[in-house]
């Protein structure tokens, strides 16, 4: 038997869905190995008793409070590095995003411990957990078992789901923890800033995305034009790059980062269907994609693939569709 | 100062990745490309040095992997940096990413840099995580996928892209940081700079050099096996059009919209 302990990341007074995944997770997992499920959160005052204790409804029994900055990891790695310590947990899990990867990274060179990233199922076989990780840009799956006292399995996004099923409520712990010196020399100066334009992808029924394949931030107008020809409820999306270049506002963002979408349609311009693309878009209902080299990853898990020039194919489609529209 | 950059070689995009069902370890022959993200760690680092806001002594490519693994040093002193190490050691074959990076940080110890630069991610597996292995070893902050870096005085200014937006983060040196594809365009190495390369300084190191214990690193002293390699669910594979008429290509996507009332 063996205990899980997961990081659940707050802002603003409430919880990462990824992180709520984890601790769901966690708990059936660990049920199934005879253990429980426990949390860590470190931060300022909003960690209220109420909040921390709500927990439990995600099976977590135990939610030990850290008071420390927020948003940063290595106080996490010492906060964590701590409980299991004091407690001896078997499996550290993480939800996807940035922090579970850098907490587990960081966690795993204080502890000798096994890591394994970008798992999206965790399994229990003979009283341990394995983690289940897809390789070579998904085409293979691999197995990881751990040696030694700890197992960490960092998740991919949207990997484990959220069951909200308990009624109970957690036990909250208060932890002190030195923070190591190394700890405190990151600094926030200002988190969460949103960039550019604030636009709802979330609720569109049509996406038209684009991505480095669009040439150049004027490129967005054809994606615009084709979303506008869908018209009602339709939008434009698009990849990290191409907003970290500054071709288009991060609200837009799909993937690892960024939002995560499931429209009826998905028409991906221009994108080459990286892996941290495609876990923001990949339960999409119809997946359609333009781009001119035909090994492009997207083609694997587009429904509808072409190859070609979508500064030709583009305008036409959007005349057709609004001719189609208008008959 | 003096900045360390984290290089790796990785199999060229065009080269089909495969396990190799014998070791269960990726096949790396076909391995001959310095990691595009490196590229931005070095580029990351010229920048630096030429900003003016620092001097920067020295620029060090470090690398771990098997012999071959110099292509990557010789293509990172192209595009910079002034001399490499690499950590070369039979006993180093099969770690995983904690040990990996306990290995580069033990190597990276007798270097006392100022500033650990590494990409973010490669192609062929670990991602986002050696930073911060490296950095916990070292003893060091650390900050991944930074897509902006301003040196200020003793400290960097960061930002990244989190789970609710930009932050900006004050990082204090030395420290670790691994870069995004943003953060900057890499220059294109002079024909000059590739003939030089390979008489610049390369030191090769072994594991007893920079006092690596052998129990913690190779398949041995990792604490993850993976294994039991299978292929993922099946998905049906999707049509595909090659536009060769744009016209009837327009037809095809209208018609296959309509048939799912899309339109």
Known sequence: MADVLTYVLHYEGAFNKNSLGAVSEGSARAAEIGGECHAVVVGGDDLTDELCQSLGAYG????????????????????????????????????????????????????????????????????KLVAERPILGDSQVSVSQYRGDLGIIIGRINAFEIAEGGEGSAEVVDVDVDYSPWSTKATMVQRGEQRGADVDIEGADILVAGGR???????????????????????????????DAGWYPYAAQIGQTGKTVSPKLYLAAGISGAIQHKVGMQSSENIVAINKDANAPIFEFSDLGIVGDLNKIMPKLTDAIKAKKGS | MKICVLVKEVPDAAVVKRINPSTGRMDRSGERNLNPYDTHAIEAAMQIREG???????????????ETAVRALHKAVSLGADRSIHLCDDALAG????ATGYALAKALENEHPDLVLLGQQSDDGECYTIGAVVADHLKMPSLTQVIKMDL??????CERQAEYGYDTVQVELPAVISVGDAI????????????????????????????????????????????????????????????EDTN????????????????
């Not at chain 2, 200020?152 to 200014?157: S, T, V």
């Open chain 2, 152 to 157: 200020d005085g003793a400290a960097l200014r």
């Open chain 2, 95 to 98: 770690s995983d990413v904690a």
């Open chain 2, 184 to 243: 900057n365009e890499p220059r294109y190495p002079s024909l000059k700079a590739i003939m030089g390369a390979k008489k610049k300084q390369l030191d090769s190191v072994t594991t007893v050099d920079v006092g690596i214990d052998a129990a913690l690193v190779g398949g041995d002293g990792s604490r993850v096996q993976c294994g039991e390699f299978h292929d993922p669910p099946a998905k049906a594979a999707g049509q595909i059009i090659e536009d």
């Open chain 1, 213 to 243: 394949g669009l040439g150049k931030a004027e490129g967005f107008e054809l994606a615009e034009e084709l979303a506008k020809a869908f018209g009602g409820n339709a939008a434009v999306a698009a990849t990290r790059a191409v907003v």
């Open chain 2, 248 to 263: 009837d290509t327009v037809e095809k996507i209208v018609a296959w919209l309509d048939e799912r009332k899309l339109i």
């Open chain 1, 60 to 127: 977590a029994t135990k939610v030990f409070r850290a008071k420390g900055p927020e948003g940063l990891a290595q106080p996490v790695v010492d906060a964590m590095a701590k409980v299991i310590d004091e407690h001896g947990h078997g499996y550290a899990l993480f939800g996807g995003g940035l922090l579970g990867f850098e907490i587990g990274a960081g966690l795993a060179a204080r502890k000798q411990a096994g890591v394994t990233m970008e798992v999206t199922a965790v399994k229990s076989r003979d009283g």
């Open chain 2, 52 to 66: 003016g806001v620092a001097e920067v002594d020295e620029i060090v490519a470090v690398t771990m992997g098997p």
